[in-house]
């Protein structure tokens, strides 16, 4: 990473530490009372200015509320006390009671007790109900939004005044299982939705926040390192293919992270990302909160309408949003770059395979794949396409399949070229399966009301140019098409480089010491006498038993053990 990047004194998240930053943590960090002022939409230098008493005589009776709310937010938590507010204090216990999962009770009982351990002076509140009742005031708000128990769909728009889901027929409210009646009004399944809009115009109300928003517009990197994620070609590749949008220095690019994003050492592991600015808490938004207790896997995208159509608001019309930091109006427009997720998830939202014979969603049927018969799985063992046509390694039977290479890396296809594939393809989404001679019956039936519709030429030739054999690697359309620039974006979807480090790693280790993930057993050796490779490494078959050599990484017994004490899965 650049030096000057790493030597500003609020960048300090790199993985290593910085006594400096650490020193000055108080002046650059925004504290919780700034966030909650930017969230009502107040001007800090209003505020400030004139004074909460002055500003509290407004004819606005919510806001006089409100104001008042934040002078009383803002006291000391006891009067000598220069480190905590009310309002911090509050905060800060309530995110170790979240941290640690105590229960209501015990966190009540804290409350009780703690009181009596500060000054006589203290305004901490002495039981859960009273914190609670003090931060809804300060509540940005959440919508609850009904869903199907299957997945199938959201009670909302047109159907929001269903009593069951229009596909599969399950009821959407709970029933008492010992009398079998519904509980109508009490859903089964409810997502709750942070619309992004009020906290971006929110953001902008902040001088301090507005001023970070707007920092990626000037500083760009001009040695060509990567530093951030304004230095990626897809930043690049976008600002000229829509150079009114590039153009306004306010206008905000997103990410969309899902599955076991750890920024902040919420858990035991440590893991360090994007620098500091980018991956602040007050940059990090929770727009869903999706129910359990499984993970909706591929119907996903069920669950992201509100937020499609929120960022699709954003691109075609923007919001209209007060700058605090220039004191005038602007149209706020926002645009989402990539997902960051782990595999498996990166499935889920592109819509494509992940695993099986296609299981490389770069390559699609062109994927090289091989079907170990003792494993029983696939691998992918054609790397060396991608080497340059004279590569000794192409050369090098003996050290990849018993097979030279010849063949040539094929050209990915381009986000157009994934649309214009799955233009006509029918989501069917939902956790109830359906027989397998339903499902035959069901796709005949659609293939018919094609062909009868079909009213054009043109439209046959169309169907045509249709790629059956990449069309069955997908298992449904993305809703990120809906979002006009998707497709045009170079690098659509990011992999998490947190899992793959900890999945490689704890595989080379667990092969090292012969225990928990090893990759090399019996059912391995066997595949390779299949393949006629790595002749050294065949079982060796001695009456009833059969031996393993030993492979040129397998560690003595001392080493071993030593190992297994020192190393911390």
């Keep these: 990473m650049d030096d000057a990047y790493k030597k500003r004194c609020d960048w300090y998240h790199h993985g290593e530490s910085n006594s400096r930053a650490e020193s000055d943590t108080k002046v650059t960090q925004w ?4 966030l909650y002022q930017a969230a009502e939409f107040l001007d800090e230098e209003f505020a400030y200015k004139v004074g909460l008493s002055e500003i509290a005589e407004c004819d606005d009776k919510k806001e006089d509320e409100f104001l008042a709310k934040l002078a009383d937010a803002e006291t ?8 905590h507010s009310k309002l911090s204090a509050i905060v800060s216990l309530f995110r170790l009671n979240t941290k640690n999962g105590w229960s209501d009770k015990s966190f009540n009982d804290l409350l009780e ?3 009596e351990m500060l000054p006589k002076d203290n305004v901490l509140h002495t039981s859960l109900y009273k914190v609670k009742k003090f931060l ?6 959440y919508q609850k939004i009904h869903a199907c128990v299957n997945d199938c769909c959201l009670f909302r728009k047109n159907y929001k005044k269903l009593d069951s889901c229009p596909k599969c027929n399950a009821s959407r409210w709970k029933t008492n299982l010992h009398i079998g009646e519904i509980k109508k009004g009490v859903p089964q399944k409810v997502l709750r939705y942070f619309p992004i809009i009020p906290r971006l115009k929110g953001m902008f109300r902040s001088k301090e926040m507005d001023k970070d928003l707007r920092w990626h517009f000037s500083n760009k990197s001009s040695d060509e390192k990567l530093c951030h994620p304004v230095d990626l070609v897809t930043w690049d590749q976008m600002n000229a293919k829509y150079p009114s949008f590039a153009g306004e ?3 905000l690019r997103h990410g969309l ?8 050492n919420m858990k035991n592991t440590r893991y360090s990302c994007w620098p500091d600015l980018c991956m602040k808490k007050e940059n990090i938004m929770l727009t869903l909160l999706i129910p359990g207790p499984q993970q909706p896997g591929n119907n996903i ?5 509100p937020l499609i159509e929120d960022l699709c608001h954003l691109w075609d019309n923007g919001e209209l949003t007060y700058d605090a930091y220039s004191k005038s109006t602007f149209d706020l427009k926002a645009m989402l770059l990539w997902t960051i997720s782990d595999f498996p998830a990166y499935g889920n939202l592109a819509g494509c395979k992940v695993k099986g014979k296609m299981g490389c969603p770069l390559c699609g049927k062109n994927t090289d794949s091989m079907w170990l018969k003792f494993s029983r799985k696939h691998v992918y063992m054609c790397h060396i396409k991608g080497l340059p046509p004279t590569h000794h390694f192409r050369m090098k039977k003996s050290w990849f399949d018993g097979k030279a290479e010849n063949g040539r890396k094929r050209r990915i296809l381009s986000g157009q070229e994934i649309y214009q594939n799955l233009k006509n393809f029918k989501n069917n989404f939902g956790t109830l399966k359906q027989s397998a001679s339903k499902r035959k019956r069901t796709v005949n039936i659609e293939a018919d009301s094609d062909s009868d519709d079909q009213s054009s030429e043109s439209e046959e030739d169309e169907q045509d140019q249709v790629d059956e054999e990449e069309l069955s690697r997908w298992k449904k359309k993305s809703i990120f098409f809906k ?16 899992h793959v480090e900890r999945n490689v790693a704890a595989s080379i280790i667990s092969t090292l010491l012969h225990c928990w993930k090893s990759k090399d057993g019996l059912n391995a050796r066997k595949d390779l006498e299949v393949l006629g490779i790595r002749k050294d490494l065949h079982p060796k078959t001695k009456g009833k038993r059969t031996y393993l050599p030993a492979a040129l990484w397998s560690l003595s017994k001392e080493i071993e053990c030593t190992a297994r004490w020192s190393t911390k899965f």
């Design 31 to 34: 504290n919780d009372e700034v």
């Design 76 to 83: 000391p938590l006891y009067p000598s006390c220069v480190n």
């Design 113 to 115: 007790i703690l009181p």
């Design 136 to 141: 809804k005031s300060f509540d940005m708000g």
């Design 249 to 251: 220095e306010r206008n």
């Design 257 to 264: 992270s899902t599955d076991g994003f750890n920024p902040f």
């Design 301 to 305: 995208d069920v669950y992201l309408e």
């Design 483 to 498: 979002l006009p620039y998707w497709q045009e974006l170079l690098v659509r979807h990011n992999l998490d480089v947190m």
